[in-house]
Structures are given as C-alpha cells and as structure tokens.
C-alpha cells in the first residue's frame, strides 16, 4: 500500500518572466509574458523549504518511487515534488513515458572511443521520442485546467519536425473529449514514419511549405490571437516534464554526476532548458553534490546556438540562421524558441560550475550519419539525433575537451525506426547534393538476393531448396560435414 500513496506536498507555482522578471499565476495557459513577450519558466516559490529535508531524504524518497505500482507515480512524476506539484492524481496522464534505459556502449564501441560512455534511450518512449515527457506534463494540466474550468471544447496545437506532433496527437488521443489535436507540419520535412503517427493518432494534420520555423510562426500568431493550447516547449510545463531525463539521468548513476558529460542535441533548445534547469534543482536541493558538465550538440546546418557560444562572451550576439537541409531534422531549427531560457540557465550554470560545464559543439552532416550507423551497428538504437551526440562526443574527445576519468552519456532522443528513410540514402548513397553526405562503405549494409524470380521459376519446387542452400552455403563458404 506504500507505493500507492500519493505525494502530500503541494507548490506554489508561478510563471517567471525571463525578460522583466514578473510573475503569474498559473490559472492560465500562459506562454510568453504579457507584459513584455520574453518566455517564461515555471518555478515554485516553496523551493528553499524542500532544501531541508537533505540529501538522503531525496534520494531515498526518488529511489522508493522507482517500481512504484501506482500509475501516477510510474512515470515521469517519479519526480513529482521537482516537476509539477499542483497536480492531483485524478489529473495525472501516464502512457508509459519515462523510466527509459541508460544503456552502456557496446565493449567494441567503447574500446574504439577510447572512453566509456552510455546512450540513454528515450526512443523507448510510447510516440518514440522524449516529447512524451514534456507532454505528459503538458496535457495533466490540461487536464486540470479543463477540469477547474469546465471547459467543452479545447483544441490542441503544435508545429512540429515530427515527434511533438506525434507525441501530441498521443496524448489528446488518449485523453479524449473535450481535447482535440491538431499539428502543423513542414510539407516533406517530416519522415513517414513521424507523418504516421499523428495521422493514425486521427489528429488534423495540415501540411504547409517551408521548414520548422515557418510552421512556428504560424501557430504563435494562432496562439497568440484564439483560444488553442499551444503545445510546442513554448509552453513551459512542457519544459517541466522534459526535466525527468536528467533527474533519471542522476539516478540511474546512483546520484553521483561528478565525471558525467551530458550530451544533449540542440534544435528549438527546449530539451537542453530542462536538462539545465533539472540539474540546477538537483544541485541546489543537494540531492548531487556537483554540477555534471553539459555539452549541447548542433548541425553545421542548423547552429545558432553554437554560433552565440562560439564568439567571445562580450561579442555574443544571437542571431537566427537560415538552415539547410540536415539528417538530424528533428533538430533543424534556426531560431530556437527556448534560446532565451538557455542563455539565463547556462549562465547560473558556469557560475556554480565553471566556464566548462556547460559548452555548445558543432558536427558535419557526415559525422551525424556515420555515427548513427557506427552506433547502431554495434547494438544500439540510435536516431540521428543520437548520432548527432555520439558525432558531438567524438569532437569533444578530439578536442581535447574530455578528462581522461570523465564519461560520457548520449541522449539519443528517438528511436532509430523513426529515421530508417535516412539510413536508406546512405547505404544507397543517394543523399541530395545539398546534405553534404557520401557513403562509407565500411558502414553500408544492403540486401543481396540469392536468386531471382525468373532463376526460381525455372528451377521449379524440387531443385529450388537444395539451389537457394547451396548458393547460400558457397557465398558463407560453409564447410560440409563429414560423416566418419
Ligand atoms: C525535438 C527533438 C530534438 C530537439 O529538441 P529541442 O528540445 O527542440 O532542442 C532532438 N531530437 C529529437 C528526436 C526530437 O524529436
Ligand atoms: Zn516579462
């Protein structure tokens, strides 16, 4: 009956303007600050008084929680007391989001890096991609808001490159009337896959030319002037549930961060605003006694952050970049919603950890494909995302950037199925000119037919199985038994 009861404690929550510093109340879906349009984190105004219970009340508490049999507490709310405690369980979405594996580099990997790292799945997630986390989030206080305000009818809306929309139509999916879903996409910029998924969600899906960025403006503009709940990581509590990666991150090292490297690929940025904030809560609860060191990942063809990080820290100046065409496409964005969250956040990051706890890469779109495939050709299940951190891991370990007792840990954000259309430009090294990728051979795997329709036809039933066997046999140069 332990894991039955549900958390007591209860914050008292408030949107927190990143440009003027106001605060509101959460009794409204709010995404960027009325007064002044900067956007907004969620904070607890009671944090310090959960600083009192230490360290090992924490840890134990969070460790009890993990198989926990009630729903509400399985997944990302795990972490319920650091995520979004105003919720009641009655309100709670869980479809099986979070608790992803941490998953060690294979032993031949490992030995060809040089260093040992681990991928952390969050394509095990129930749309495949970590998105789930931000939204199961997202749509339990929805749920609330459409439950305190008796709401008939609340229509759900996104941009998306691909796994938001999917994720999105999921959840509305799921929770049914009065939510209903509708996602807005970059006419081909979205794999099958990721355009299924949302479609067989029975979401409307509208389709517009241009990439990411257009799509956004568009349901900012809806956002801003009709009543539609917004679902992109605009929305703050989005960023909430998204925190639960680094909080099982933390856990899964048994809460000691002190030689972890996390590698975060960075698109709108809302990802690495939660992995920031989730470790700053941690540290200053004392749950770690120190700040892991952060490394976001970029696209030579989508990398405005790293171009702010890259000039020296009085020259910074942000601008948005037109992006090319890249194969981590769930990232290919040139105005990152959430760059502003990432600025302040990183900023009282390097202040607790030091100018190189929190740095920017840039990778080529070779390296994010070749990585993908080295990954997965080795037992994991990399996305191109992945692919993009183990790319990132790589030219931090060529820099010179990782100490000799550090590790890794590569958030590979999707499951590698989402992205197969890329693998198959590779291995029929087919890319469009404009991506910048050829094949390695040594990473091309296809499939090779042993005989053809035509062969099989004329060989007729008898002689087909022991033909097909040999062929196989002589190709493998299989050795026959000997009787003696
Ligand atoms: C959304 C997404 C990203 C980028 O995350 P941001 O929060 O937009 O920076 C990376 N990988 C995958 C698979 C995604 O779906
Ligand atoms: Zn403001």
Redesign the pocket.
């Known amino acids: 009956m332990k894991n039955k009861k549900f958390p007591s404690y209860r914050a008292d929550m408030r949107y927190h303007c990143l440009g003027c510093g106001r605060e509101r109340g959460i009794g409204e879906l709010l995404y960027t600050c009325p007064d002044c349009g900067e956007v907004l984190l969620l904070e607890d105004k009671n944090f310090t008084a959960l600083k009192e219970y230490g360290q090992g009340y924490w840890r134990d508490l969070f460790d009890s929680r993990a198989g926990s049999k009630n729903p509400a507490l399985c997944g990302i709310f795990r972490f319920y007391e650091l995520i979004a405690p105003v919720l009641e369980p009655e309100d709670i979405v869980y479809l099986g989001e979070g608790d992803t594996p941490l998953i060690e580099a294979a032993p031949a990997l490992r030995a060809r890096l040089g260093l040992p790292f681990f991928f952390k799945n969050d394509g095990q997630n129930p749309s495949a991609?970590f998105?789930d986390r931000g939204m199961a989030c997202a749509f339990s206080y929805l749920k609330a808001l459409v439950r305190q305000q008796g709401w008939d009818e609340v229509l759900t809306i996104c941009a998306s490159?691909?796994?938001?929309s999917a994720a999105a139509a999921l959840y509305a999916a799921y929770v049914g009337a009065p939510l209903k879903s509708i996602v807005l996409l970059p006419q081909g910029k979205v794999t099958p896959q990721q355009l299924s998924q949302p479609l067989g969600s029975g979401a409307l899906v509208l389709e517009v030319p241009g990439v990411f960025d257009d799509c956004m403006k568009v349901v900012e503009y809806l956002a801003a002037r009709y009543r539609v709940a917004l679902l992109n990581?605009k929305n703050s509590w989005r960023i909430l549930g998204q925190e639960s990666y680094a909080f099982e991150v933390a856990q899964a090292l048994d809460w000691n961060v002190d030689k972890a490297c996390i590698f975060v690929?960075?698109?709108?940025?809302?990802?690495?605003t939660a992995v920031l904030h989730a470790f700053l809560k941690l540290y200053s609860l004392g749950i770690i006694d120190s700040l892991p060191r952060l490394f976001g990942v970029q696209s030579e063809h989508a990398d405005p952050v790293y171009r702010y990080y890259a000039a020296p820290a009085k020259e910074r100046i942000f601008a948005p970049v037109e992006v090319k065409p890249s194969a981590a496409q769930?990232?290919m964005?040139g105005n990152p919603v959430s760059f502003p969250r990432i600025k302040a956040l990183a900023a009282e990051y390097q202040k607790l950890g030091g100018e190189r706890s929190f740095q920017v890469l840039r990778v080529t779109e070779q390296a994010i494909m070749d990585s993908m495939l080295l990954a997965n050709k080795h037992g994991h299940i990399a996305?191109t995302?992945g692919g993009e951190c183990l790319a990132g891991l790589i030219a931090a370990k060529d820099k010179g950037l990782m100490g000799a007792d550090e590790y890794a840990v590569l958030d590979s954000?999707?499951h590698a199925l989402k992205f197969m259309d890329f693998q198959n430009l590779y291995f029929n090294n087919s890319f469009p000119a404009n991506y910048r990728i050829s094949a390695d051979v040594a990473l091309v795997n296809t499939p090779y037919l042993i005989l053809t329709a035509r062969e099989k036809a004329e060989l007729g039933p008898q002689k087909f199985v022991p033909e097909v066997a040999e062929r196989i046999a002589s190709r493998l140069g299989l050795q026959v038994i000997t009787k003696d």
Not at 161 to 164: N, P, Q
């Open positions: 991609s998105k490159t691909g796994d938001t990581s690929p960075i698109g709108n940025a809302g990802n690495m769930a990232a964005i996305c995302q954000t999707a």
